[in-house]
């Protein structure tokens, strides 16, 4: 019967380590791409190897793309962005959800679900009317149009989530304990339930930031000046040249955009856990 059990964890363990491998061989792929000349990277007589070989290796491509289209406004832009726009999103979400969670009020259902349904349109349903009303708010090509849109955007999910904690995480006694000890509805819940809730406004302030981070077709509508434009719309114009691609220098690009989220989820992954089992 051990034996049996070590067999089958073997087995379990062998199919995840095949399974991560593929997970993350586009990954390698693209790391490996970004450490090769460009001559090496286009090579079709190059063998297939995780590391590329030391006489194509370089790092100059990281160089090259960070110096010589902008790099620094760019990344600059994408990380004011995002972090206003996950701001935005938890300082109106987070009452929100709590109000739908706790309160009773006329029409709670009708708002809750029409806000969650909104999640469910394609973004491109809603680009034509979003840029009218934005064109005509004369937010087309602002820092407050770009962060305004991205965080309303990501609002009914971030509500759906925190609405989901605050109902079957937090238990109500706990805010009725609280009241009998003297402390208002406002200071229940700044001083014990949002403490509580620190792991699902951890998710949620994951997904916002992801969200906004990774968003492209917002701000390519919104935008037309080049200042104003994020991380990955710039990647788009630096793929989009009719000049010999310079594959390296597009994959180290991508490397980089990937790892700001990368290091975002790091500070916060010992909440996710904790946010994704709760909620």
Do not use: C, H
């Amino acid at each position: 019967m051990i034996d049996a059990n070590k067999r089958n964890r073997s087995v379990l363990y062998a199919g995840l380590l095949a399974f991560a491998l593929v997970g993350f061989l586009p990954y390698l792929w693209i790391i490996r791409t970004s450490l090769l000349t460009n001559i090496a990277a286009i090579n079709p007589d190059l063998p297939i190897l995780i590391l590329p070989w030391k006489d194509y290796f370089t790092f100059s491509s990281y160089v090259d793309v960070w110096n010589s289209y902008n790099m620094l406004r760019y990344f600059g832009n994408s990380i004011f962005i995002s972090i206003s726009a996950t701001i935005i999103a938890l300082l109106i979400s987070i009452p929100g959800a709590y109000a739908f969670a706790r309160r009773d009020f006329p029409g709670r259902k009708v708002i809750f679900y029409t806000a969650v349904f909104t999640v469910m349109f394609p973004s491109i349903v809603l680009f034509i009317p979003v840029y009218e009303l934005f064109y005509w708010l004369e937010l087309v090509n602002t820092y407050f149009g770009l962060i305004l849109g991205m965080g309303v955007f990501v609002m009914p999910l971030a509500i759906w989530l925190l609405q989901g904690f605050f109902r079957q995480g937090i238990p109500p006694n706990i805010e009725e304990a609280a009241k009998l000890d003297g402390l208002t509805d406002l200071t229940a819940f700044l001083r014990i339930v949002l403490p509580l809730s620190a792991p699902a406004v951890a998710v949620t302030a994951l997904f916002s930031f992801l969200n906004a981070w990774n968003n492209f077709l917002w701000v390519y509508l919104l935008t037309s000046d080049a200042e104003k434009r994020t991380a990955t719309v710039a990647l788009y114009y630096l793929t989009a040249g009719d000049t010999l691609r310079q594959w390296n220098q597009i994959m180290a690009a991508v490397v980089m955009l990937v790892l700001p989220a990368v290091l975002f989820y790091g500070l916060v992954q010992g909440r996710v856990g904790e946010g994704m089992g709760a909620a």
